[in-house]
């Protein structure tokens, strides 16, 4: 059997996931993300390309507007051995883009949670404050994830 190259499966799982019905989107997002997790224990580092997609994910609205894109943040928490400080700087940047149009709440939420459990501290903290700044202009249905990401690196911060 022909083992795919990265292009063409990470092609496949964009495909699979703009093609996937609204209500099949999170069942889809998490499929997607499960494939891709498995295709990465086959690399010692994050593949160049598979990391794009997850920086597509976040910064692209074609994805990041469908519910199930924060599947890919627990694959990330999943394979941060893998994650390089280039690619952490690289996420900040994705986030601070996407996050003042994201408008789902699990996305919101897992990207503070993220940030709270994967970054030092205080650079943790100045993200998660500078996502709260981006959340006043958000409905209020979607403000108040920064602050439980806060809330989250306190509680890391004592666990630790």
Known sequence: MMIQDPMT???????SILNAEPEKCESVFSRVADCFEDDLLEFDEFSPEYFSF???ILSE?????RAGAWNFLL???TEREKLLESHYSALVQAIYEGYPKYKNGDLCFSVCDFIARNYKATEARGILNRLK???VDKGSELRGFADDGLDI????????
């Open 75 to 77: 694959v990330l928490s």
């Open 54 to 56: 997850v920086i597509a």
């Open 61 to 65: 609205e074609r994805f990041f507007s």
């Open 153 to 160: 690196l306190e509680n890391e911060i004592k666990r630790k």
């Open 9 to 15: 499966k990470i092609a496949d799982y964009a495909a």
């Open 133 to 135: 700044q981006l959340e």
